[in-house]
Nanobody, 120 residues
Framework: QVQLVESGGGLVQAGGSLRLSCAAS????????MGWLRQAPGKEREHVAR????????WYADVVKGRFTISRDNAKNTLYLQMNSLKPEDTAVYYC?????????????WGQGTQVTVSS
């Protein structure tokens, strides 16, 4: 059973930066693609970024492209999201999620989330 634990959220002023981390355990981390998603109060969950198992390919939502960078360290079983030039509209609970390489299900595993609040 894969377990994911996010950290690194907090309160930051607009224009500032944060780096989120997602520590994985209980599975072969290097075998599955992962991503970051977020959900703001009263809004639907939004897909922010995704990275392949090797880290060789990434995808970003248009609203964060050029500001956020997803990366992973397979030796440390950790996924990252570097967030720069933060805006108040980036305020949300951020979740990391992992695919299930056995079943092929996308984002079968989820962390508990970490709050990011950007003040104007």
């Amino acid at each position: 059973q894969v377990q994911l634990v996010e950290s690194g959220g907090g309160l930051v002023q607009a224009g500032g930066s944060l780096r989120l981390s997602c520590a994985a355990s209980g599975g072969a981390f290097r075998n599955y693609a992962m991503g970051w998603l977020r959900q703001a109060p009263g809004k639907e969950r939004e897909h922010v970024a995704r990275i392949t198992w090797s880290g060789g390919s990434t995808w970003y939502a248009d609203v964060v492209k050029g500001r956020f960078t997803i990366s992973r360290d397979n030796a440390k079983n950790t996924l990252y999201l570097q967030m720069n030039s933060l805006k108040p509209e980036d305020t949300a609970v951020y979740y990391c999620a992992a695919d299930n390489p056995t079943s092929g299900r996308v984002y079968d595993y989820w962390g508990q989330g970490t709050q990011v609040t950007v003040s104007s």
